[in-house]
């Protein structure tokens, strides 16, 4: 297997602009999160899904976030619109039940 | 709530020298227990797992925990740290949400 993939690796974007983060998990995983990294708030789960359902969504900073899980194999993590503090590495993560989770190389966003 | 805290922020040691990494938690029951660990531009990589059974567990790259119940800690060790080992280190715990729950990580600099 592929490991957890997300793409893009690298976006840089202007502020108000729309930006979509991929994940595609690793196959059989039935839990996908989205992490945020930063220097000064460290590691955020943001969201996370099971069986594709939204399941906790409270560390979603604002409603400029959104989620989607439209099957099995893909999510979307979405900012819009996008503002400079949003700059930080997006992970993507899944696991099978309560199993170790693995985690995607990320996608380190820039909003000028 | 669960919790997990790492109180060293940064580590200095000579390449050679032993390694301790401090991680405490709180959890009311047993937890499951992990260690990753991140390199410059990576993703999070698993070290090792605590899940019950022996309180050492033994990981990649010759790293070693112990999981000690009496004083809530899941200290990650290695008895010769190569300059490949300087990283940054995650402690998590899982409860029974299945949310892990991150340190604010270690940031390891070796020496040469």
């Known amino acids: 297997d592929a490991g957890v993939i997300q793409s893009p690796r690298h976006e840089v974007t202007e502020m108000g602009q729309e930006v979509t983060l991929r994940c595609k ?7 996908l999160f989205w992490y945020r990294q930063t220097m000064m708030r460290g590691l955020e789960l943001l969201i996370y899904f099971n069986n594709n359902v939204p399941i906790d ?12 899980m439209p099957n099995a194999s893909f999510s979307t ?9 949003d700059s930080a590495v997006y992970f993507c993560a899944s696991r099978i039940r309560d199993t ?7 996608t380190r966003l820039t909003v000028l | ?38 390199s410059p531009g990576q993703g999070l990589q ?51 949400t299945y949310k892990y729950i991150f340190g604010t990580g270690t940031r390891l600099k070796v020496l040469a």
């Open chain 1, 25 to 31: 998990p690793i196959s059989g995983h039935d839990y």
């Open chain 1, 57 to 68: 969504d409270s560390g979603m900073p604002e409603d400029r976030f959104s989620a989607k």
């Open chain 1, 77 to 85: 993590l979405k900012i819009q619109p996008s503002e400079p503090r």
């Open chain 1, 100 to 106: 170790q989770q693995f985690f995607g190389p990320g």
């Open chain 2, 1 to 38: 709530a669960q919790s997990v805290t790492q109180p060293d922020i940064h580590i200095t040691v000579s390449e050679g020298a032993s390694l301790e990494l401090r991680c405490n938690y709180s959890y009311g029951a047993t937890p499951y227990l992990f260690w990753y660990v991140q």
């Open chain 2, 46 to 96: 698993l070290l090792l797992k605590y899940f019950s059974g022996d309180t050492l567990v033994q990981g990649i790259k010759g790293f070693e925990a112990e999981f000690k119940r009496s004083q809530s800690s899941f200290n990650l060790r290695k008895p010769s740290v190569h300059w490949s080992d300087a990283a940054e280190y995650f402690c998590a715990v899982v409860g029974g």
